[in-house]
Nanobody, 115 residues
Framework: QVQLVESGGGLVQPGGSLRLSCAAS????????MGWYRQAPGKQRELVAT???????NYADSAKGRFTISRINAKNTVDLQMNSLKPEDTAVYYC?????????WGQGTQVTVSS
């Protein structure tokens, strides 16, 4: 059983910052990558950023230059530092874990950017 627990969401004003954290626990074997996706109301879930075990990162165009993903392999944790937040960043953010055998999702944390 694999569990992903997210934290750090909330309400922030435009231009502000938030840091999301995700900790994976359970029977985890052969992690390929961890990352973050988001889903806004009425829209499909979309990639935000991922990071491989080797440290290779991939960002959505909307996240480049504003968001930074980082990971501690030994602790199976992944963080997302989000700066210069915009109202269009409002969404539920989901932690994602891919192993050689399966994919796992967290329950999501709400991020709301509003004045």
């Amino acid at each position: 059983q694999v569990q992903l627990v997210e934290s750090g969401g909330g309400l922030v004003q435009p231009g502000g910052s938030l840091r999301l954290s995700c900790a994976a626990s359970g029977s985890i074997f052969r992690i390929v990558l961890m990352g973050w996706y988001r889903q806004a109301p009425g829209k499909q879930r979309e990639l935000v950023a991922t990071i491989t075990t080797g440290g290779y990162t991939n960002y959505a165009d909307s996240a480049k230059g504003r968001f930074t993903i980082s990971r501690i392999n030994a602790k199976n944790t992944v963080d997302l530092q989000m700066n210069s937040l915009k109202p269009e960043d409002t969404a539920v953010y989901y932690c994602y874990l891919r192993t050689s055998y399966s994919n796992y999702w967290g329950q999501g944390t709400q991020v709301t950017v509003s004045s």
